[in-house]
């Protein structure tokens, strides 16, 4: 069960720097999302930034029967309602992305197959996103996306510093208008 626009709110104005938005994502940016993910081929896949599970269900909704996906989410109030939703595909991780790869390795995974993030880069320490995205890069399967939302182009250098490449896609359909980077391992 998601909650609504302004139980939303009231959680983002909370949580602003760890949350990024005061509104969720819209069906359009999800279904674009989802699109760029690379998902009907998909074996293991990472969600950052889960918040209250709307981009979730599109991902699972566009995963294989036999696939997993790892949500990981800081805010232990948006953590239950991920747990409310029914598919054992999903693993919720209450947890910050910086520790993905040590939940995932104790799961018994090295490598993901494609990454869709809402970390909100520009709301916090330009180190742990750096060590975020570069974690994520190593997780990754060569030829396999990194798909990041972002209401700016601000970190833009970062996605290509570290994967050498970044293809932005502009969703104007969205509270707030969004681009969607997409990066491919090389």
Avoid at 144 to 149: L, S, T
Wanted: aromatic share 10%; with cysteine; charged share 25%.
């Amino acid at each position: 069960m998601k909650m609504n626009r302004f139980e939303f709110l009231k959680e983002s104005l909370k949580n602003i720097k760890t949350i990024g938005t005061f509104t969720r994502s819209s069906r359009r940016l999800c279904h674009e999302m989802v699109k760029h993910g690379k998902l009907s081929e998909a074996k293991v896949v990472v969600e950052l930034g889960a918040g209250d599970g709307v981009l979730t269900q599109f991902i699972l909704n566009a995963l294989p029967k036999d696939a997993i996906l790892f949500s990981f989410e800081v805010h232990e109030s948006f953590c239950k309602l991920l747990r409310q939703i029914d598919d054992p595909r999903l693993i919720v991780c209450e947890a910050s992305a910086e520790d993905m790869i040590p939940i995932l390795e104790a799961a018994g995974y090295t490598e993901v197959d494609s990454i869709l993030s809402a970390i909100p880069f520009v709301m916090i320490p330009d180190d742990v996103g750096q060590f975020i995205l570069k974690s994520s890069e190593k997780l990754l399967k060569k030829g396999r996306p990194y798909v990041q939302i972002h209401y700016s182009i601000l970190r833009k250098k970062w996605y290509q510093e570290i994967f050498g490449n970044v293809e932005l896609h502009f969703v104007p359909m969205n509270i707030p208008p969004t681009f969607i980077h997409v990066c491919i391992k090389q």
